[in-house]
């Protein structure tokens, strides 16, 4: 999820290959092959939004980057995902933040770093969720 897959809230799941699940947080020790992809460490996203498929980007305080966030659908059984949170270029400006590129509709909880749910945040397939974390500690 020795091998292991990571379930997207899209229904599959890819191979990390590194022998242990995602159910925890951790310092992983070495990139994974995606995280050498613009995007993903702070280039600009590519949303794959439409359909049931909607979007979010939460804002974080400039000391998070690099961190983990995850989330925890409403879904029975729950589906978790992750991202790292970047800085990234808004026009002439940067900003410190988490982007989940693609999100099946629905209610997430954002987890703090104990994995304890601090916000609520509702998912409308074709949209971008925007949300502020700056006053959470992760």
Known sequence: MGESSAAHPHGHSHHHGHGHDHGHDHDHGHPHAHESYDHVRGGPPVLDIGGDIGAMVATMNPETVGIEVYLRSE???PVSVHTAVWERHLGD??????????????????LDGAGTPVHRVEITGGELATVDLRDFRF
């Open 75 to 77: 879904n029975d059984p």
């Open 93 to 110: 400006r940067n900003v410190t933040a988490a982007v989940f590129c693609e999100l099946v509709e629905g209610a997430y909880w954002v």
